[in-house]
């Protein structure tokens, strides 16, 4: 649902960046000119971004960098707010769009670990299983902060405080998760890209949630959510309807 006339995106891309360095002045001023806020990472493993401006100047952004072959799959996921919720522009260069710590989990390396659809999700909750009969577990791969705003009913929070302490707790739990469909999520799917290749490499019947928590409320009613879906600008937070909370 349209609110508000700023439009704000969130998307990330594992891809072979060797010229990560390099794209971040063009991107930057790209972006500068057409007054857009947000933050964008670059690493040789991807892009992770998030911009906010008036809905013509993003999308112009957006048509730009896909015209580097590279970036045409991205996919942003959309939310409206009344106001830029961004007080800069910033494109960093980091190791990691975001840091496990885990060099050979390198997605743009390694084949995408199983994809979950959100409305496959929103059936198996309902149902209580998978096609297959087996329990589903969701698994929060955010740090302990954000569940606290809103996670998946009954979802397993093993309140990690940075993401890098992720493949830790899987070995430490792993025993709990046998013979389950366990579905790894996040805010918009990059932390739970990483965790389902984790979590398969362990042995485990793991799937990602596509898109992560942004993308299952906009593809579904949000059913077998509870509260907001935590966001690192000044919304704080969105509700199902994808409306900054109040």
Same mark, same amino acid.
């Given at each position: 649902?349209? $609110?508000?006339?700023?439009?704000?995106? $969130?998307?990330?891309? !594992?891809?072979?960046?060797?010229?990560?360095? /390099? =794209?971040?002045?063009?991107?930057?001023?790209?972006?500068?000119? =057409?007054? #857009?806020? +947000?933050?964008?990472?670059?690493?040789?493993? +991807?892009?992770? #971004?998030?911009?906010?401006?008036?809905?013509?100047?993003?999308?112009?952004?957006?048509?730009? =960098?896909?015209?580097?072959?590279?970036?045409?799959?991205?996919?942003?996921?959309?939310?409206? $707010?009344?106001?830029?919720?961004?007080?800069?522009?910033?494109?960093?260069?980091?190791?990691?769009?975001?840091?496990?710590?885990?060099?050979?989990?390198?997605?743009?390396?390694?084949? *995408?670990?199983?994809?979950?659809?959100?409305? %496959?999700?929103?059936?198996?909750?309902d149902q209580g299983h998978d096609d297959e009969g087996r329990p589903v577990v969701m698994l929060d791969t955010r740090n302990g902060f954000e569940v606290d705003e809103g996670a998946f009913d009954d979802c397993i929070d093993w *309140?990690?405080?940075?993401?890098?302490?992720?493949?830790?707790?899987?070995?430490?739990?792993?025993?709990? #998760?046998?013979?389950? %469909?366990?579905? $790894?999520?996040?805010?918009?799917?990059?932390?739970?890209?990483? /965790?389902?290749?984790?979590?398969?490499?362990?042995?485990?019947?793991?799937?990602?949630?596509?898109?992560?928590? #942004?993308?299952? !409320?906009?593809? %579904?009613d949000g059913a077998h959510y509870h509260g907001a879906c935590f966001v690192f600008d000044e919304r704080r937070g969105v509700a199902a309807d994808l409306s900054p909370v109040e």
């Amino acid at each position: 649902m349209k $609110s508000g006339s700023i439009l704000n995106i $969130s998307c990330y891309q !594992f891809v072979s960046l060797p010229d990560c360095a /390099a =794209l971040r002045d063009p991107l930057h001023q790209r972006a500068a000119d =057409l007054g #857009l806020k +947000g933050t964008m990472l670059l690493a040789e493993e +991807g892009i992770n #971004l998030f911009l906010a401006g008036p809905a013509d100047r993003v999308n112009a952004w957006v048509a730009a =960098l896909k015209e580097d072959a590279r970036f045409a799959p991205l996919t942003p996921k959309e939310s409206w $707010s009344e106001a830029v919720p961004f007080k800069k522009l910033l494109v960093k260069v980091k190791r990691e769009i975001i840091r496990m710590d885990r060099p050979a989990i390198r997605p743009d390396h390694l084949p *995408r670990a199983p994809a979950l659809p959100a409305a %496959t999700l929103r059936r198996w909750l309902d149902q209580g299983h998978d096609d297959e009969g087996r329990p589903v577990v969701m698994l929060d791969t955010r740090n302990g902060f954000e569940v606290d705003e809103g996670a998946f009913d009954d979802c397993i929070d093993w *309140r990690i405080t940075k993401f890098s302490e992720f493949p830790a707790a899987v070995a430490a739990h792993r025993a709990e #998760l046998e013979g389950k %469909t366990v579905v $790894s999520y996040c805010t918009g799917g990059i932390r739970c890209e990483k /965790a389902a290749i984790v979590l398969n490499e362990e042995g485990l019947h793991a799937y990602q949630l596509e898109g992560g928590i #942004l993308k299952y !409320f906009e593809e %579904t009613d949000g059913a077998h959510y509870h509260g907001a879906c935590f966001v690192f600008d000044e919304r704080r937070g969105v509700a199902a309807d994808l409306s900054p909370v109040e």
